[in-house]
């Protein structure tokens, strides 16, 4: 059974960082792309940042470009965000989503910013 | 930014009968539509890709038509379990663009 499991939300300061993770299993890994996507009050859904195969091949959205990075790793099966410099505007549900388009997402991660 | 603009918010639909869900684009797409099925506390769900074709698992009641700008997910027979969101998505462009979502409630 394929499976995408988020994890590593909660509630963050403003400026603060954070790190999810989205753990995968039921498919072959490697051969998969992969994206964040939120939902957020202010902007609905949105796809964030994408990362190709390779690992190299990577796109972000304008709202999240230079304070968020993805990631993947090929031997644990995960994908991951870092994100800096969060504001009020990242509140939301985040989730990973497969390939292109979206064939399989998680059940999501809640972020809150708030002081 | 190509932007979907869904309708309509809201859909109130008798068990057995027809329902009929509208996208349209900011700038023509080349079929690169997708519809999501969200309900509480699960991760959406993928309906339709190419603008008409089922994903794996999706019961035929299930449609997508349209092209250029204009595109449609119909549930012909409408069941109490597609209580749910529904989102068109374009991936033609860029990152991709999602519709702001159509709530379909089974009456």
């Known amino acids: 059974e394929v499976q995408l499991v988020e994890s590593g939300g909660g509630l963050v300061q403003p400026g603060g960082s954070l790190r999810l993770s989205c753990a995968t299993s039921?498919?072959?890994?490697?051969?998969?792309?992969f994206n964040w996507v939120r939902q957020t009050p202010g902007r609905g859904l949105e796809c964030i940042s994408y990362?190709?195969?390779?690992?190299?091949?990577?796109y972000y959205a304008d709202s999240v470009k230079g304070r968020f990075t993805i990631s993947r790793d090929n031997v644990q099966n995960s994908i991951y965000l870092q994100m800096h410099s969060v504001t009020a505007e990242d509140t939301g549900l985040y989730y990973c989503?497969?390939?292109?388009?979206?064939?399989?997402w998680g059940q999501g991660t809640l972020v809150t910013v708030s002081s | 930014e190509t932007v979907m603009a869904q309708s309509p918010a809201t859909l109130s639909v008798s068990p057995g009968e027809r329902a009929t869900l509208s996208c349209r684009a900011s700038?023509?797409?080349?079929?690169?539509v997708a519809w999501y099925q969200r309900k509480p506390g699960q991760g959406p769900r993928l309906l339709i890709y190419?603008?008409?074709m089922r994903a794996t698992g999706i019961p035929a009641r299930f449609s997508g038509s349209g092209s250029g700008t204009e595109f449609t997910l119909t549930i012909s027979t409408l069941q109490s379990e597609d209580s749910a969101v529904y989102f068109c998505?374009?991936?033609?462009?860029?990152?991709?663009?999602f519709g702001q979502g159509t709530k379909v409630e089974v009456k």
């Open positions: 989503a497969r390939a292109r388009p979206f064939d399989q």
């Open positions: 998505h374009q991936y033609n462009y860029g990152l991709g663009t």
């Open positions: 990362i190709g195969t390779d690992g190299t091949t990577i």
């Open positions: 039921g498919f072959i890994f490697r051969d998969y792309s």
């Open positions: 190419g603008a008409s």
């Open positions: 700038q023509s797409l080349d079929g690169n």
